[in-house]
């Protein structure tokens, strides 16, 4: 007598399956990701992940908003330690962000790949990668009201900053900068970042 097929059982699917897809992208890049190639890594069959994903896409957004939560964890965290400390905010935010992108660079590069440039196709990653970015607004706004960054809006000076931050990271993933110690590197960007925008004496 033929055996039934018993059917197949997961804890959590969804996270195995973002997690192979990482795997996945720091291999063989973000163009190799295919629901059928996740689904063979798990050991699903290639229905499976149309339970938790409609399509490539969404998949590609689901990895890119766990990245923005990660980051936004990060951010946080050295936000509050800085706080603590009575460091600098800005300083604190910028080693953040690189030793974050350093960490996870596979997560990184599809947090910030062109396919998901229309965000708001997907409210929750818009959502996260939102509240990421007002962290370093916030500090910012904050620097400001202490004297100690220039007047201006701040949403402008704060992607000036991320625009810098986020080409050391990204320098440093390439290898472009192979000599580099990478937590040095990120607080001589933020320092350089501090002196433009740093209020000069005698400014009105």
Same mark, same amino acid.
């Given at each position: 007598?033929?055996?039934?097929?018993?059917?197949?059982?997961?804890?959590?699917?969804?996270?195995?399956?973002?997690?192979?897809?990482?795997?996945?992208?720091?291999?063989?890049?973000?163009?190799?990701?295919?629901?059928?190639?996740?689904?063979?890594?798990?050991?699903?069959?290639?229905?499976?992940?149309?339970?938790? =994903?409609?399509?490539?896409?969404?998949?590609?957004?689901?990895?890119?908003?766990?990245?923005?939560?990660?980051?936004?964890?990060?951010?946080?965290?050295?936000?509050?330690?800085?706080?603590?400390?009575?460091?600098?905010?800005?300083?604190?935010?910028?080693?953040?962000?690189?030793?974050?992108?350093?960490?996870?660079?596979?997560?990184?590069?599809?947090?910030?790949?062109?396919?998901?440039?229309?965000?708001?196709?997907?409210?929750?990653?818009?959502?996260?990668?939102?509240?990421?970015?007002?962290?370093?607004?916030?500090?910012?706004?904050?620097?400001?009201?202490?004297?100690?960054?220039?007047?201006?809006?701040?949403?402008?000076?704060? =992607?000036?900053?991320?625009?810098?931050?986020?080409?050391?990271?990204?320098?440093?993933?390439?290898?472009?900068?192979?000599?580099?110690?990478?937590?040095?590197?990120?607080?001589?960007v933020t320092r350089c970042l501090e002196?433009?925008?740093?209020?000069?004496?005698?400014?009105?």
């Open positions: 007598m033929r055996a039934r097929k018993q059917p197949y059982h997961h804890g959590d699917l969804r996270r195995s399956l973002l997690e192979a897809a990482l795997q996945l992208i720091d291999e063989q890049g973000v163009a190799a990701l295919t629901l059928r190639a996740v689904a063979r890594r798990v050991g699903v069959s290639h229905a499976a992940p149309y339970r938790h =994903f409609n399509d490539r896409e969404s998949l590609v957004a689901a990895v890119a908003e766990e990245g923005f939560r990660g980051m936004l964890a990060a951010l946080q965290a050295a936000a509050e330690r800085a706080a603590r400390n009575k460091a600098d905010g800005l300083t604190a935010l910028g080693v953040a962000y690189v030793e974050y992108a350093l960490a996870h660079p596979s997560a990184l590069r599809v947090m910030f790949a062109t396919e998901l440039a229309d965000r708001a196709r997907y409210p929750a990653l818009a959502a996260v990668s939102s509240v990421t970015h007002d962290v370093l607004v916030q500090r910012v706004s904050e620097a400001q009201a202490a004297g100690r960054v220039v007047a201006g809006d701040p949403q402008e000076l704060a =992607f000036a900053a991320w625009s810098m931050v986020h080409g050391c990271a990204m320098l440093l993933l390439d290898g472009q900068m192979p000599d580099a110690v990478p937590r040095d590197l990120a607080k001589a002196l433009g925008l740093a209020v000069r004496k005698g400014a009105k």
